[in-house]
Structures are given as structure tokens and as C-alpha cells.
């Protein structure tokens, strides 16, 4: 059948959104109406190349496609970028963006709004993405665990949080960098190295991100390395292996205490997954070695968990699992219940871990000023649950 016989004559047919597909998904679909294996393999590809190369969401600006067969994939794919909310930008370059997702061909489904920050910096641009709407895990210093989980976001709305930066930062082709604040210059992309670190515990909406990432990091896709790709975790056991075999990006692990009973406090889903269960699921992670470390991240809480004690337990844990540990400031937010750590304990915490041969860097908070740092997140999207019940 050649593509100008194709039609589609349901008009039931529910349309499918063609970010967030895996390309062997889109050559089955163009298989399922009527084209031959060779031509959907072709059309596959240059369908991934106007979307994820060039950052088109018009099926008319895909100048290499006939005007007939453009129709066609009209009647049944759809690519659509979330609305920007808003925009915010930090004095130090820090853009924090409230996107909102709502399927037009499926008005059943509520509007979300999700929160997503870019971090710019002198040799690269990191964009923080979130996997939910909520959480459900509620560690007690983080603001985005303060919000009810609402839903996991799918792969199209992962990926789409990417697309719409890049297409905001001027990071596709003939778009031009905005002016303001610290981006690259067009000379360099401006977003090198994507963390899961926004909204949501990303192993518990496994699927969905591992669809979004295998995407991201694909040669013919978004063409990230996966080296420049960090999962954070806050320690689903279960699922460690499965994200290092089946996905093969970095690891990050949000850990925070060296106790049990300290870290039930701060990150309940410990009584579930201990301590000792975490760290060996780390020793196991696939590929892991001193050249794909993992990052064990650890928010410094004035008299909490900051002591030369803790420092030194921390180091006693993480003996032959190749690693770092990122050392962070906590980010205080409306009624939290900790402050941060002095500055003169976290270098000293930081000068014991390093003596012991750990890189422990002090992350630089960024973004404050705009509710854009590590555990600020938060949407408004209580409201899109709500209205789903009603």
C-alpha cells in the first residue's frame, strides 16, 4: 500500500503522542496502517530527527515529508509541548520553569503542573527533571514531599520538560539563545547534562523514565551520553539493578543519615529498605567502577546530622563501593523544620570524608532566591487531583 492509500477512517481513534515513543514503536505503528517495513523504517527516522534533532512540533515544518502523508500522520500522532506557567530567573542565572500538561485529546485527563529548573554554568547546563507530580515518599527536608502525589508523569512529558527547555534556551537549530542570564553561547549546547533530581522518586514510575532516558541518550535522539545522565534515587532497592542493566545511567543516591534510625526520620521508605540493603544494592549497581561512580548525596542539617561522628561513619559505609559524595547545604523552605548546617561544620565534615579519600564537594546552592534548589520543588497541583475526583 503506498502512503497516499493510507487513511484512517475511525474517527474514534484515540490520536498518540509521538514524543515518548521508542522508534521501533513508531515503525510498528507505521507497519499496523499499511507501510511497508523499509518505508516505515525511513519515516520512523525522520520523524526522530525533526523532533528530537531539530525540536519541531509541526508536522508542516517536516519539509522532507509529502504534504499527503503529513495528513496521514495527523490522524494519528500528535506532538504537542507543555504551556509555560511561568518563568522565573535567579541572580545567578538559575531559571526555574512551572510547566503545564494537558492532553487536548484526552480533556478526561486534569492539567498538572510540574516544576523543572535549569543550573547554568561555565562548561555546561544541567536541567533538573521531574519523574511525578508529588511524591508519595515524604522525607521530612524536602519541600516536594510536603505535596501528595498526584500522578507519575508518562515518558512524553519527561521527555517534553527536555524539548521545551532546549526549544526556551535556544538549544535547537535557527533558535537564538535568550539574552539574559548565563547561558552558552550558541557555540555550545546549552544543556549538557540531564539529573532526575526534580519532582518524584524516579524508580517508582520505572517504565516512564526508562523510556524517556533510553530516548535522551539515544545517538539518533537527544544524543546525551549516558555519563551525562543521573538518576537520584532515595533508595527503591528493587529496583537499582534493574535501572543500571536496563538503563545504564549514572547513579545517585539520596542518603542523608548513617543510622537507620536517623534516616527512618528523614527518609521513611529506610523501614522499608534499610541502610545495609541500600548500600549492597550500590555495590552491586552494573558497571560500576572508579570511572562510573556512584554520587551519595547528604543535605547538612544543623545538629542533626552533621557531626565528626557522622563523617566518619559515613566514610566506614562507603568502604569499596567507588564513589563521591556530594555534600549540600540545606535549602531552607516555608515552615521547614531544620536549618542548615554552619559553614565552618560542613568543611570540616567535608575535610574528613576527603582525608579518607572520597571527593566530597560542597554544592553551591543555586537558585534560592527563586524556590529553585535541591528539595524547594514544589507545583500547585493538589487542585488537578481534586478536580479528577470531582
Known amino acids: 500500500m503506498s502512503e497516499t492509500e493510507i487513511n484512517n477512517t475511525d474517527n474514534q481513534l484515540q490520536l498518540i503522542p509521538l514524543v515518548g515513543l521508542s522508534k521501533q514503536e513508531i515503525i510498528k505503528i507505521l507497519s499496523d496502517i499499511g507501510l511497508e517495513a523499509k518505508t516505515a523504517r525511513m519515516r520512523a527516522n525522520q520523524l526522530w530527527n525533526w523532533v528530537y534533532v531539530n525540536g519541531v512540533s509541526d508536522f508542516d515544518l517536516m519539509s522532507n515529508i509529502a504534504k499527503d502523508f503529513k495528513q ?17 530567573i ?37 536541567l533538573c527533571v521531574s519523574s511525578q507530580v508529588g511524591c508519595t515518599l515524604t522525607c521530612s527536608f524536602c519541600h516536594t514531599g510536603t505535596q501528595k502525589l498526584v500522578r507519575n508523569l508518562t515518558s512524553e512529558e519527561i521527555l517534553s520538560q527536555i524539548l521545551m527547555a532546549k526549544q526556551l534556551l535556544g538549544d535547537f537549530p535557527n533558535l537564538s539563545r535568550p539574552n539574559n ?25 520505572f517504565d516512564n523514565v526508562k523510556q524517556a532516558l533510553l530516548i535522551a541518550s539515544d545517538g539518533d535522539g537527544l544524543s546525551l551520553s549516558k555519563r551525562r545522565i543521573t538518576l537520584s534515587t532515595s533508595g ?45 544494592a ?37 568502604a569499596n563501593i567507588p564513589s563521591k559524595i556530594n555534600l549540600i547545604p540545606f535549602n531552607p523552605w516555608p515552615n ?19 582525608k579518607a579519600g572520597y571527593a566530597s564537594p560542597i554544592r553551591t546552592p543555586r ?18 487531583k481534586k478536580t479528577k475526583n470531582r
Not at 545567578?92 to 494537558?102: A, H, M, P, Y
Not at 533530581?197 to 514510575?205: A, D, K, Q, S, T
Request: glycine fraction near 6%.
Open 72 to 88: 496521514t500522520l495527523k490522524q494519528y500522532f500528535y506532538i504537542s509541548r507543555p504551556k509555560v506557567v511561568s518563568e522565573q
Open 90 to 126: 535567579s541572580n545567578d542565572g538559575t531559571r526555574k520553569w512551572l510547566f503545564r500538561f494537558f492532553d487536548e485529546n484526552r480533556p478526561e485527563i486534569a492539567p498538572v503542573d510540574v516544576e523543572t529548573v535549569y543550573i547554568p554554568e561555565k562548561t555546561r547546563g544541567t
Open 181 to 205: 542570564g548565563l547561558i552558552p553561547d550558541e557555540n555550545r549546547r546549552a544543556i549538557t547534562n540531564i539529573v532526575m533530581m526534580g519532582m518524584g522518586e524516579p524508580l517508582y514510575n
Open 236 to 280: 527503591v532497592v528493587p529496583f537499582i539493578e534493574k535501572a543500571g542493566s536496563e538503563i545504564g545511567v549514572m547513579l545517585a543516591i539520596s542518603l542523608h543519615a548513617v543510622s537507620d534510625d536517623l534516616r527512618n526520620e528523614l527518609i521513611p521508605i529506610n523501614k522499608k529498605w534499610p541502610i545495609k540493603d541500600l548500600l549492597d
Open 282 to 318: 550500590c555495590r552491586n549497581y552494573p558497571g560500576l567502577s572508579n570511572a562510573r561512580r556512584i554520587t551519595f548525596e547528604y543535605v547538612m542539617l544543623k545538629g542533626v546530622n552533621d557531626s565528626d561522628e557522622d563523617a566518619k561513619e559515613l566514610v566506614r559505609l562507603l
Open 336 to 354: 521547614s523544620p531544620y536549618e542548615c548546617s554552619d559553614w565552618e561544620t560542613i568543611e570540616r565534615f567535608g575535610d574528613i570524608v576527603n
Open 367 to 384: 537558585g534560592r532566591d527563586i524556590d529553585a534548589a535541591c528539595g524547594q520543588l514544589k507545583s500547585k497541583s493538589e487542585r488537578a
